[in-house]
């Protein structure tokens, strides 16, 4: 049996996409966390990073303010439903992204990867579970294509 169809079967990738309802609206709009969950999932999966995570706020104006020697600013969204985060990371083996509303507590992660992760499903809801405080949830997992033949 040659490499090739050894390969017949196997298809090229999954894609995990998991909504995540009635989340901690402070974890909704936590650019840090968004990060720094990127970063711990990515290698948790034992995944590639091609780029550091990128995590951004929808669009938004600051309003510069001081109290008692103190300078900050306030932010207020351009688009107010869709006040969140956004944040996405490109992998060797394909990408992770995710996007979080505030106003509607809700947040959905797409995982799609070249890697067979599925055995890792259950503990990848508990991960974000931890992280988004999220009480209810839906998933879907594609198998990806079905029909791709390796070249080696």
């Known amino acids: 049996m040659d490499k090739t169809s ?4 196997k298809p090229f990738g999954y894609s995990l996409m998991i909504d995540m309802y009635d989340c901690c609206p402070y974890a909704l709009d936590d650019l840090e966390l968004h990060y720094r969950l990127l970063e711990e999932l990515v290698e948790w999966l034992g995944m590639t990073k091609m780029t550091t995570p990128y995590a951004v706020h929808a669009p938004c104006t600051f309003e510069r303010v001081e109290y008692d020697g103190y300078v900050g600013y306030l932010r207020t969204e351009t688009y107010d439903s869709k006040r969140g985060v956004s944040s996405w990371v490109g992998l060797v083996e394909s990408g992770l992204q995710i996007h979080s509303c505030v106003q509607s507590k809700f947040s959905t992660i797409d995982i799609y990867s ?16 931890d992280k988004m405080k999220f009480k209810d949830y839906e998933e879907i997992l594609v198998v990806r294509g079905t029909k791709y033949k390796e070249i080696v």
Request: one cysteine or more.
């Open 6 to 9: 050894k390969n017949k079967n």
């Open 114 to 129: 070249c890697n067979d992760f599925r055995d890792k499903i259950t503990e990848i809801k508990g991960f974000l579970r």
